[in-house]
């Protein structure tokens, strides 16, 4: 029922999945890859490969808004004319990177992370450079998790699973026992966990990960790497990760208050380049959060903004 198809991405990650699924009439993508002409070439060649024309997609859902998941969507959807669908939350936050022209709190972000100014600058000229600009959607359907998809021989259910982005989802069939999960569950990788002001985003993550432990499945299928079995021993595996980095943390900061990005810089002892720094701090910047509201460390504002963190004694 579902035909995966493993695209080219010109980042760390190298290859992306999309997914081909069976409609009454005419297919259902499921996420479009990176917006790289030489992307578009592989997909429009396995699609062709399989007898699909571009029209005869009817439906692009997109599991969230990163740009090796939606890069090609704008494209797909002029040569198709599909139905665009989207979680809510995931098409408000891409709005606001467009308004923005990337992330409104960057600024803010790097100023309690204590990152010195300059790097802040070469940081945020690497992110723009490696990554196309966001360009809003406006979705026929809008998500909210809980929808059933009706799909050749059978159904996918939506599932919202917060935490990786705003509005990540999952799809699951429940009549092949199958899972695509995004880039919510993967193996051999944990997903990046980004801070939001005034969200803790690990903590939501957590749950979502959890969410799924009650479901039957067979295999998951994920948007990087090959398809997998044990879900719930992933998932354990993932959460454990989360725990170890916050035990990291706790350690680091036991003695001497530090701030995120200082935590960065102790924790990736190989260094990093300009553009993975943002993903480190950000990174950190949840695990903080999401350690303080638990009351396990204490914060001290320095006289430039920096946020300093230190163990909280029991
Ligand atoms: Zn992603
Ligand atoms: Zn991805």
């Known amino acids: 029922m579902i035909q995966t198809i493993t695209l080219p991405v010109p980042w760390e990650l190298k290859s992306v999945n999309v997914h081909l699924v069976e409609l009454d009439e005419g297919f259902m993508l499921i996420d479009s890859g990176v917006a790289t002409e030489e992307c578009f070439q592989v997909l429009e060649s396995a699609l062709a490969e399989r007898g699909v024309k571009w029209t005869d997609v009817r439906t692009l859902l997109l ?10 969507s704008w494209r797909i959807l002029e040569l198709s004319g599909a139905r665009l669908v989207m979680h809510r939350a995931d098409v408000a936050y891409l709005a606001e990177l467009t308004r923005g022209n990337g992330v409104p709190y960057y600024a803010h972000a790097m100023r309690i992370g204590g990152v010195p100014t300059e790097l802040a600058e070469e940081m945020e000229r690497a992110l723009r ?28 259910q939506v599932i919202s699973t917060p935490g990786h982005t705003p ?13 695509i999960s995004g880039d919510h569950v993967l193996q051999n990788i944990t997903p990046n966990i980004a801070w939001h002001p005034s969200q803790d985003m690990l903590a939501t993550y957590l749950a979502s990960l959890d969410l799924l432990l009650p ?30 980095r916050c035990g990291t943390i706790l350690e680091h900061i036991a003695r001497t208050p530090m701030t995120a990005h200082e935590l960065t810089l102790a924790m990736w002892s190989r260094g990093l380049s300009a553009f993975h720094h943002n993903f480190a701090v950000f990174e950190i910047l949840a695990h903080l959060e999401y350690m303080s509201r638990r009351g ?5 504002t320095r006289s430039d903004g920096a946020i300093a963190w230190t163990r909280k004694l029991d």
């Open 215 to 244: 479901y039957e499945i067979d295999l998951v299928i994920p948007s990087h790497g090959a398809p997998f079995e044990d879900h719930r021993a992933v998932i354990r595996g993932t959460a454990e990760h989360h725990e170890e």
């Open 63 to 72: 599991t969230h808004y990163h740009p090796d998941h939606i890069g090609l």
């Open 167 to 179: 509005g990540h989802v999952c799809l699951y069939s429940p009549e092949h026992r199958t899972l």
């Open 129 to 156: 450079g490696n990554r196309p600009a966001f360009r809003t959607h406006h979705p026929h359907q809008t998500l909210d998790g809980g929808e059933t998809l009706a799909v050749r021989g059978g159904t996918l």
């Open 296 to 300: 396990q460390i204490a914060s001290q």
